[in-house]
């Protein structure tokens, strides 16, 4: 059997395995086909049965999370920690609070994650959880008690030298805070690496929250000179108006980008001047945080138009950033940025662009810079909280920022690197693939048969 054809056959088997799974077998099918050129030079891992045993996590932990609300009713949710891979390190990745969370969705963030932070060149595996409750439209005190009530199950599994859960989408630094303040209490311990993200006060990375966004602006930045582009100058389209996309705001605005846009699933706003101001930047942070934020109060504090029902991608821009969520530019979305001849899209947000529209941007000569390559700033900090826990001691913000400057510029040249050595010319995404995958591999044919 030919490569290929070995490599669309495991592809096969998890598709029938795992087949009320769309979103994992989306991420295992873009990565698995892009390791083509790699395994035909590696027949070991092959042999070794590799691919099958990478799609396969270690361990898949579902649980009860049942929980009081305000009136005194007793609600239940449903509690995920998919424990993927730990060949290079603890596990590690984020928790989601989102209503359309379930299997799937955490099983392909946490393979994501795998490669992601092997592409990091730090020690942590790969994991991802989180549960089908939104904090939308919540009380403190609902939060609080779920929040709780997630981590008394969650505590049996995790541990800074087993699996230490961060934020994602609807966890934030008060999640982060009610979940480690109960996780240090069930323990009995102050295991600060146990959990990450957390504010400053309580051991937290002071740059953190900025981090993944930071990172992205890093690594657009790379690929803007790649074209002997800059950053500067260029207008910018995003979606979202979460954390990462105010640190993608934040580090846009302080290289001298403008960001025109933001979104919701509700619609975008367009911002002609950008968000780059403080007042602007800090409003995002005051919308997030209220339980009602809605993106139409920025347009309206803020004198700019919002496009209700529509996405920012119809916007004649330089550069795109998805920063919301997966699968949010699909094949319309991509042929209106190759119509607008746009050159450049960087993933914020994880898979956010759906199997057709990559491959239609592609063809058309657009650079993609992969999430699991551009975002890795946020759990990179991470790692450097977790080593800044153990050794317990902290990094200013400047030595954050110039670590995380040095670690994105490495994931993007391992990323080119790998693209080229495995015939792909520039294309980042199979690079990111590749490089992430090869330390993985090395380190689980180190380890044996697990
Ligand atoms: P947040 O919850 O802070 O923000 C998500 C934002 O996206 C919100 O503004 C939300 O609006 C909006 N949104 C949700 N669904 C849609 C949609 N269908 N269309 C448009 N906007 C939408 O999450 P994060 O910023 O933390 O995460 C965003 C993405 O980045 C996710 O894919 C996450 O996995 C990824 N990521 C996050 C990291 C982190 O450090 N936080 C690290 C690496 C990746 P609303 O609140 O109104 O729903």
Do not use: I
């Given at each position: 059997m030919n490569t290929k054809d070995y490599v669309i056959k495991v592809i096969d088997k998890i598709k029938t395995r795992d087949n009320n799974e769309p979103e994992f077998i989306q991420a295992v099918e873009e990565v698995y086909t892009s390791l083509i050129p790699v395994l035909e030079q590696r027949p070991d891992l092959i042999k070794d049965n590799i691919l099958e045993r990478l799609s396969e996590p270690e361990r898949m932990i579902i649980f009860k999370v049942p929980w009081v609300d305000d009136a005194g009713n007793i609600q239940v949710n449903r509690g995920f920690r998919v424990q993927f891979n730990s060949a290079i390190g603890p596990y590690k990745g984020g928790l989601r609070f989102a209503e359309n969370v379930n299997l799937s969705i955490v099983k392909f963030l946490a393979f994501e994650q795998i490669f992601k932070n092997s592409l990091t060149g730090l020690p942590i595996g790969g994991g991802k959880g989180g549960s089908d409750f939104s904090p939308l439209n919540k009380s403190d005190a609902e939060i609080k008690r779920f929040t709780q009530s997630f981590m008394l199950e969650l505590s049996r599994h995790i541990g800074g030298d087993i699996d230490s859960p961060a934020g994602d989408i609807g966890v934030g630094a008060r999640e982060i805070g009610y979940l480690f303040g109960h996780y240090k209490r069930i323990k009995?311990?102050?295991?600060?690496?146990?959990?990450?993200?957390?504010?400053v006060a309580i051991s937290g990375s002071i740059l953190r929250p900025e981090a993944t966004g930071y990172g992205i602006a890093y690594f657009a930045q790379e690929v803007l000179h790649e074209f002997n582009e800059d950053i500067k100058g260029k207008t910018i389209a995003v979606s979202g108006f979460g954390n990462v996309c105010w640190g993608f705001c934040k580090k846009a605005a302080a290289l001298g980008a403008k960001v025109v846009t933001l979104s919701s699933e509700h619609g975008y706003i367009y911002d002609p001047e950008g968000v780059n101001t403080e007042a602007k930047l800090n409003y995002l942070l005051k919308m997030r945080a209220d339980i009602n934020g809605d993106l139409r109060d920025y347009a309206k504090e803020f004198n700019c138009e919002f496009f209700s029902?529509?996405?920012?991608?119809v916007r004649k821009v330089d550069l795109i950033v998805p920063?919301?969520?997966?699968?949010?530019?699909n094949l319309d979305d991509a042929k209106a940025i190759v119509n607008n001849k746009v050159k450049f899209v960087i993933e914020g947000s994880n898979m956010p662009i759906t199997k057709e529209a990559m491959e239609y941007l592609k063809t058309h000569d657009v650079i993609v810079g992969p999430g699991k390559a551009a975002n890795a700033g946020g759990v990179s900090v991470s790692a450097l909280e977790m080593s800044q826990n153990v050794i317990r001691y902290s990094w200013t913000s400047e030595e954050v920022d110039q670590k995380l400057a040095g670690i994105m510029k490495n994931i993007y040249l391992s990323c080119k690197q790998a693209a080229q050595e495995y015939g792909y010319g520039y294309d980042l995404v199979a690079g990111a693939n590749i490089s992430g995958f090869l330390r993985v591999a090395e380190a689980m044919k180190i380890q044996g048969d697990y």
């Open positions: 009995n311990s102050y295991d600060a690496a146990g959990v990450t993200g957390k504010s029902n529509e996405k920012p991608w920063c919301a969520t997966q699968n949010e530019l």
